[in-house]
């Protein structure tokens, strides 16, 4: 069985645009910097061991 290469970042050259969204957040917090709109409070629950 073929093993593929393993992954690795690729080399940038500049820096990569944002996203729609992306820029409607950062559009947001520049109007109203530290506004927690869109922090989204959240408890998670986990149970047995964890690797990390």
């Known amino acids: ?3 593929p ?3 690795s970042p ?4 500049q ?3 944002l996203s ?7 559009f ?3 109007l109203e910097p530290g506004n927690p709109a869109y922090n989204i409070p959240v ?3 986990l ?3 964890i690797q990390v």
Do not use: I
């Open 43 to 45: 408890a998670v629950a």
């Open 20 to 26: 729609f969204s992306q820029q409607r957040l950062w």
């Open 47 to 49: 149970r047995g061991r």
């Open 28 to 30: 947001m917090d520049r």
């Open 5 to 7: 290469p393993p992954l």
């Open 10 to 13: 690729a080399p940038r050259v």
């Open 1 to 3: 069985m073929l093993t």
């Open 15 to 17: 820096t990569l645009p």
